[in-house]
C-alpha cells in the first residue's frame, strides 16, 4: 500500500508510520480489554492532520539516534550541541548540554542507552524528548524532619512539618490572571475565516498563549516538588479524587488552573527517584473535620467555613492547617 496508495511515506523515516501503527494496536487492545473487564476505556478516535499539537516517535533500534556534544562525531565534524535523527540528520538543540554548578559540571543530556526520540510541536516551537536506559543507583532518602500537606484552592498547599513548623504555599494560578486575555483571543479567532491566512495567524497566537499559560504553571509545580523530595523524608497527602472534583462546574476551572493532578503525579514519581515516602490518607478520611488536639471529630464542616473551634477542648483551628498536622500526625502513626 505505501508504493500504490501512500507514497508520501518514502519522504520520511520509517519509523513514524511504524510507531503511529504500534499506538494504534495498543489503543484497539486497550478498547477490546475494557470491554471485558467492564472498564469504560474509549474508542480509538481518528488523528486529524492539522492538530493543536503534531508529534512522532522514532525509534533507536539500529542506532541511528545519537547526541552530538564535542564535534569529536567523523559523519558530523565540528557539530556540537546537536541531535541525529534518521531521514533528518544533525538538528541543532537550543538547550546547552552542560550545567555549571559550585561543585563542578553535570551535563544536561541522558548518558544511558537511548531507545526512542519524540519529536513534538507545540505552537512554534520543536522538541525532542529522549528516552533512555540507565543503571540507577538505590537512592539515599533525604534528612529531614516529616511533612504533611494538605492541598486547597484559597492557598495552593500548607504545609505542617515534624518541627512544628506550619507553611503555606501559594500558586501562581496563570490562568485566572489571563483569563480574560484568553477570552479575547478567543473571540477574535472565532470571527476569523475559516482557511484564511488571519485564522492560522490567530491560532498561533492562541496557541502561544496557552503554552505560556501550561508552562508557568509546569514551573511552579516542578519547582515545589523538587523542594519537597529534597528535603523531606515522609510526606503525607491526601488521596483526593481530581478527576471526579473536576466534574464540579463550580471549582472545575480552579482546580485546573493550580494543577492537583500533576501535583501528585510529579510528587511520586520524584519521590520514587529520591527514596521519599509517600503516605496516602483515603479520600474520606476526616482530617479537615478532626481536632488535631483531641481528636473530636466534628459531624459535619461545610467548604466554606474555613475556621472552627473545638467543641470538646477549644482549640481554634485553621481548615487547612488543622487538616495539614492531621495528615502529618498520619503519616508519623504509619511510618
Request: hydrophobic share 35%; charged share 30%; proline share 5%.
Amino acid at each position: 500500500m505505501k508504493k500504490t496508495d501512500f507514497p508520501w511515506m518514502y519522504e520520511v523515516s520509517k519509523w513514524a508510520p511504524q510507531e503511529a501503527l504500534r499506538d494504534l494496536e495498543k489503543a484497539f487492545q486497550n478498547f477490546f480489554r475494557g470491554r471485558k473487564i467492564c472498564r469504560k476505556i474509549g474508542y480509538p478516535k481518528f488523528r486529524r492532520k492539522h492538530d493543536r499539537r503534531d508529534s512522532f516517535r522514532l525509534d533507536n533500534s539500529s542506532g541511528t539516534i545519537r547526541l552530538l556534544l564535542d564535534g569529536s562525531d567523523r559523519r558530523y565534524p565540528g557539530k556540537a550541541r546537536h541531535i541525529v535523527l534518521p531521514r533528518i540528520g544533525a538538528v541543532r538543540l537550543k538547550e546547552k548540554p552542560v550545567r555549571r554548578k559550585k561543585g563542578g559540571v553535570k551535563t544536561r543530556f541522558p548518558q544511558g542507552r537511548i531507545l526512542h526520540a519524540t519529536v513534538s510541536r507545540e505552537a512554534d516551537r520543536w522538541f525532542v524528548s529522549v528516552t533512555v536506559e540507565e543503571e540507577i543507583p538505590d537512592p539515599t532518602p533525604p534528612k529531614g524532619p516529616a511533612a504533611g500537606i494538605d492541598l486547597g484552592l484559597n492557598s495552593f498547599a500548607t504545609k505542617a512539618e515534624e518541627a512544628g513548623g506550619v507553611t503555606q504555599i501559594e500558586a501562581p494560578k496563570p490562568l485566572a490572571k489571563r483569563l480574560r486575555l484568553l477570552q479575547r483571543r478567543q473571540r477574535a479567532h472565532s470571527r476569523k475565516e475559516k482557511g484564511s491566512k488571519n485564522r492560522q495567524k490567530s491560532a498561533l497566537r492562541l496557541a502561544r498563549l496557552h503554552r505560556k499559560i501550561r508552562n508557568i504553571r509546569l514551573d511552579f509545580l516542578h519547582k515545589r516538588t523538587t523542594e519537597l523530595v529534597r528535603t523531606h523524608p515522609v510526606i503525607a497527602i491526601e488521596d483526593l479524587n481530581v478527576a471526579g472534583m473536576l466534574k464540579n462546574d463550580h471549582l472545575a476551572r480552579h482546580i485546573a488552573d493550580v494543577g492537583w493532578g500533576t501535583f501528585r503525579a510529579l510528587l511520586e514519581a520524584k519521590a520514587k527517584l529520591r527514596g521519599v515516602r509517600i503516605v496516602k490518607a483515603g479520600r474520606f478520611e476526616p482530617t479537615s473535620k478532626t481536632c488535631h488536639a483531641c481528636g473530636h471529630v466534628l459531624s459535619e464542616l461545610p467548604l466554606f467555613v474555613r475556621a472552627w473551634t473545638c467543641p470538646a477542648c477549644g482549640t481554634h483551628h485553621d481548615r487547612d492547617v488543622n487538616a495539614a498536622k492531621n495528615l502529618l500526625r498520619f503519616a508519623l502513626t504509619v511510618a
